[in-house]
């Protein structure tokens, strides 16, 4: 009964959205992005904290300068989503550039399938459909469940559009596996929290659990990894930037070239984030295991001195 409940307010905001140009509805979204940042104030404390640990160098008017971005940035993302079952392939190309899709095909031609990476971004949605509009290709996307699964079923219809094949994260390694050896692209978002006791490296200078899936694929398949950002640049304005994840000079045990490749795609998702922070998604819990992992490295240099 909820998720009907909820799917039912849902759906009159999908249908009222329909109304409009995708130019509106950005408006609208940025509109109320505003709102939620001056009245409802969804999360700002976290927000907040998120920003201010990731950037103790800037003020605190800057701060709220990005948070009022990002909180725009969201609402303006969630009002797209709702449009992008009825977005054409013309319009995509005509309101995104995309500047190097001959990239993805000349990674492709390596023969070992490609791992297209990207993060909470500006619209990350849009950024899946672009890609495949711009260069269709067999597309393998992990995803996560929706809790509503009306609304689940909605985000299936969205991200299979342009052909993309959709798999949960619970049969993620098996079908990604398959994919490469197919020489296919296995897309996915790589900026979730991992688990407590997972991969912890460096994220806007704190240790941050991440989760080693993509480096698991590339250490086992040799693909190349390719991170793949829609930058929003204003209303109907997108831009595609592409950056290749440096894989060279990487050695050691699997164990050790995991976490150094997960270091890396890090790394350059960071870049995409500095560069434009009001555009990453500031409203979860990127770091919620950075202190017991700090506490526990703490116990262990601790016994360390106690043994000696």
């Not at 995708?22 to 999360?43: D, E, H, N, T, W």
């Not at 790589?190 to 993509?214: L, M, N, W």
């Not at 190349?224 to 209303?235: A, E, S, T, W, Y």
């Not at 831009?239 to 150094?260: A, F, K, N, P, Y």
């Amino acid at each position: 009964m909820r998720d009907a409940i909820e799917f039912f307010f849902f759906e009159i905001l999908h249908r009222f959205v329909h109304l409009f140009p995708f130019a509106q509805v950005q408006r609208m979204g940025s509109a109320f992005g505003q709102f939620a940042y001056s009245v409802l104030k969804i999360r700002k404390s976290l927000v907040m904290e998120n920003l201010t640990k990731a950037f103790p160098e800037k003020s605190i008017n800057e701060i709220e300068r990005i948070a009022q971005g990002a909180y725009k940035n969201l609402f303006s993302t969630f009002f797209e989503i709702l449009y992008l079952d009825k977005i054409t392939n013309d319009e995509i190309q005509r309101i995104v550039q995309f500047p190097e899709p001959q990239r993805i095909h000349q990674l492709l031609q390596q023969k070992k399938g490609l791992i297209i990476l990207t993060g909470h971004f500006a619209n990350w949605e849009f950024a899946a459909q672009s890609t495949a509009c711009f260069v269709p290709e067999d597309y393998t996307v992990i995803v996560q469940k929706q809790r509503n699964k009306y609304i689940d079923r909605f985000m299936c219809r969205v991200r299979t559009r342009f052909g993309a094949k959709l798999v949960v994260m619970e049969k993620a390694f098996r079908e990604s596996f398959t994919a490469l050896k197919n020489n296919h692209i296995v897309a996915l978002i790589a900026d979730q929290s991992g688990p407590e006791h997972g991969i912890f490296v460096d994220y806007f200078g704190r240790p941050t659990s991440t989760h080693q899936g993509p480096a698991v694929f590339q250490v086992r398949t040799g693909a190349p990894m390719l991170l793949v950002m829609l930058v929003r640049k204003g209303i109907n304005n997108f831009h595609i930037e592409l950056e290749e994840i440096d894989l060279t000079g990487i050695s050691g045990t699997q164990d050790e070239m995991i976490v150094e490749i997960t270091r890396r795609h890090a790394a350059a998702l960071e870049k995409f984030v500095r560069r434009y922070p009001e555009q990453w998604l500031w409203f979860h819990k990127r770091w919620k295991h950075t202190e017991s992992y700090l506490r526990r490295l703490e116990e262990e240099k601790k016994y360390e001195h106690n043994k000696s």
